[in-house]
């Protein structure tokens, strides 16, 4: 809240969220229950599936448009996941895109 952006953007927050992450799975390891354990790999899987689609939309995109500057919103939490996927996509991609993961200042 103090922060804004700039926090939101940091290896700080990224780092809170990776605890959480780690929180989730270790509480769900001593809860130790089936039902829990199959509700949390279908959200991942979940997510993944979305991430994966709004990534491929966004090349999809860059294929047969052109612009000059994009703007990909996405929440705090997902915000290394995408990162990880993006890196891993333009390697392999034809067409690269000049991804820039803390351009926050010129959003407001």
């Known amino acids: 809240m103090n922060y804004g952006f700039k926090y939101l953007n940091s ?26 354990f199959q509700i949390r790999k279908s959200w991942i899987e979940h997510e993944e599936i979305r991430d994966n689609e709004m990534i491929k939309n966004i090349y999809s995109y860059s294929k047969n448009n052109t612009y000059n500057t994009g703007l990909f919103l996405i929440g705090t ?9 993006v890196q891993k996509c333009n390697e392999r991609e034809v067409i ?4 820039n993961y803390s351009k926050y ?3 407001l």
């Open 11 to 36: 290896i700080d927050c990224l780092n809170i969220f990776e605890a959480l992450d780690n929180e989730i799975e270790e509480t769900l390891k001593l809860i130790n229950k089936e039902k829990l």
């Open 77 to 85: 939490a997902h915000r290394k996941s995408i990162i990880d996927k």
């Open 96 to 99: 690269k895109i000049n991804w």
């Open 105 to 107: 200042e010129n959003i």
